[in-house]
């Protein structure tokens, strides 16, 4: 069965010219659905209005009767980058309107699980909250919201995770994904339903006098660097609005006016600042981020980025690469693990077919490092996959990730509707979920969720298309193009970075780092020879005829000793 197809865009004849352009960026552009430069532009003054999220204004009232009444203030986070950087944002903000008690808490993924807890909200009256705000999580806290308002203790929800049939007993819930919600960004992360939250709060501060009082009215825009890293490393759709935030924030990062956190994670990955893109984001800064969360407690990560303090964000920034480099490892292993158990499921199959999802479990594997586990066998077998891990009390915790055509938390609610005694709790996105359920329900649930996605997902959709932007000409191989597309996205998630395919002669290869194939690649038509490197590849993947290859790749700026070279970043090659 073939697991991957490389296609290219359909070019529309109709498609209106942006005029100014270079010709291979008109090409991408029209490709992602742009049609004019107003969608090309990035201004704030372009961000849909806060005024568009349902129970926005109510949600900022109340905060800021807290300010005013100077209430123990709780901020409740998620271990993960968007509810790190959600959690900053909040803190950060209410502290420069003038707020005296602020607190944040994150829950601790091996004590207390996901979410506003009833055992979370226990152990947080240490802190004698009056009032309690979520952050990237909270719209499937039924219980806990409900055993906040016992306690006498006011909870606002900000998240944007897809809400179940019943919601929470809030003060106030900001989810574009909830019913009735008319906003237009759904995909925005966390991070942003809480930028656009504080922007409320600051709009009703400004109209009862509160910064006419000596206060200084904060400027938001200052806090856009870490909605840019929880908006990339969140891994969201970037429409339109969220660009526009990725955008603001990752220009702030070039111009040196981001966070000490954010540039001490950058500078420890060994990427420059000054010219930094989503992408960095999402590789380097997000995964040292979350590996915090992952091994040990996400509060290391939340005070890198509050901290202004550039030694002790440099500090914390080198414990967050060590702790990356552990769960990179850990990693690793797991995936041996996983690949052994898959061959041993493949092979008791007909034909070796790999099932239409993969299931999997091992009672050793690491909790807070099977999302990743996931993510790389669905890079993989281009399968939606969930990876299981030990939990306590006899139950196990799943995390999901889908691919584009199955709507992974939909798909789980489907399997728990049909059988309510499997799955204890569930909760996510259409493209990553999370669940709980009893180590012996495994091999039902399995069957059950396998059932499901076959009968909502095709052939053709378990076939990884490979969309690309064309072939480029010989004259195209230059680094002011290579430079130009780096720059002229932000790229991510639904507005992908452009990629290419063409039919290379293969002058030389080796391998280096032990597993990532460098190559120097000529064109048909050409006569240059090209650096590429292809990572996680052997020369397996070349065929037995390896001197002729047909490549899909991203045209690069390799920088090494501040000598920058052009250098093909190869997503997916083939024997011709």
């Not at 990725?246 to 420059?272: E, H, M, T």
């Not at 000409?473 to 290579?482: G, S």
Request: aromatic share 6%; charged share 25%; with cysteine.
């Amino acid at each position: 069965m073939k697991t991957v197809s490389i296609s290219r865009y359909l070019n529309e004849e109709k498609t209106n010219k942006i005029e100014g352009l270079h010709p291979v960026l008109q090409t991408v552009y029209s490709h992602r659905n742009v049609r004019s430069k107003s969608e090309l532009d990035n201004q704030l003054s372009h961000l849909l209005p806060f005024t568009g999220l349902l129970n926005i204004q109510s949600a900022a009232e109340h905060i800021v009767d807290a300010i005013k009444e100077h209430k123990n203030i709780l901020i409740v986070g998620d271990f993960d980058a968007d509810g790190a950087t959600s959690t900053a944002v909040a803190v950060r903000t209410l502290r420069q309107f003038g707020a005296r008690h602020v607190d944040y808490l994150v829950p601790n993924r091996f004590d207390f699980g996901y979410g506003l807890t009833v055992d979370l909200i226990k152990y947080a009256k240490n802190l004698n909250p009056e009032l309690i705000i979520t952050v990237d999580n909270g719209i499937s806290s039924i219980d806990g919201v409900n055993y906040a308002n016992e306690q006498g203790i006011d909870v606002v929800v900000t998240d944007h995770h897809i809400a179940a049939e019943q919601l929470p007993n809030a003060k106030s819930i900001v989810n574009p994904n909830q019913p009735g919600c008319s906003f237009e960004s759904k995909s925005i992360a966390g991070v942003g339903v809480i930028f656009y939250v504080m922007m409320a709060v600051r709009s009703s501060l400004r109209d009862s006098g509160w910064f006419s009082d000596g206060r200084i009215e904060p400027n938001l825009a200052e806090v856009l660097d870490l909605v840019a890293l929880g908006t990339v490393a969140d891994v969201v759709p970037l429409d339109k609005n969220n660009r526009i935030l990725v955008d603001q924030g990752l220009k702030r990062i070039r111009a040196g006016r981001c966070c000490s956190g954010i540039s001490s994670i950058l500078k420890i990955a060994g990427r420059n600042q000054a010219n930094c893109v989503a992408s960095d984001l999402g590789f380097s800064v997000g995964p040292r981020l979350n590996a915090a969360g992952r091994l040990e407690d996400m509060s290391l990560g939340i005070e890198c980025l509050l901290s202004d303090d550039i030694k002790y964000c440099g500090q914390i920034a080198e414990q967050l690469h060590d702790l990356n480099s552990q769960r990179r490892s850990i990693e690793t292993d797991m995936l041996e693990q996983a690949l052994v158990l898959l061959d041993d499921i493949i092979s008791t199959l007909d034909e070796s077919i790999i099932p239409s999802a993969i299931v999997i479990y091992h009672e050793e594997w690491h909790q807070g490092v099977i999302g990743i586990l996931a993510s790389r066998i669905k890079e993989k077998f281009h399968r939606p996959v969930l990876a299981f891990a030990k939990a306590d009390n006899g139950e196990i915790k799943g995390s999901a990730r889908s691919i584009k055509g199955l709507n992974i938390r939909d798909a789980l609610d489907v399997v728990d509707k049909r059988d309510p005694s499997i799955i204890h709790k569930f909760g996510g996105h259409a493209m990553a979920a999370g669940l709980t359920m009893n180590e012996n329900s495994f091999e039902k649930f399995k069957h059950n969720f396998i059932d499901v996605v076959n009968e909502l997902l095709s052939e053709d959709d378990l076939v990884n298309v490979l969309y690309t932007d064309g072939e480029l000409n010989v004259a195209d191989f230059n680094m002011p193009l290579a430079e130009l597309l780096r720059y002229s996205g932000p790229w991510g998630q639904q507005f992908p970075e452009p990629l290419f395919d063409n039919i290379f002669d293969v002058i030389e290869w080796r391998i280096v780092g032990e597993k990532h194939l460098k190559l120097k690649l000529r064109t048909e038509a050409g006569e240059s020879v090209i650096d590429a490197i292809a990572f996680n590849t052997t020369n397996e993947q070349l065929g037995q005829n390896s001197d002729k290859i047909r490549a899909v790749y991203k045209l690069d700026v390799n920088e090494f000793r501040n000598n920058k070279t052009l250098q093909l970043m190869i997503e997916y090659l083939e024997p011709v």
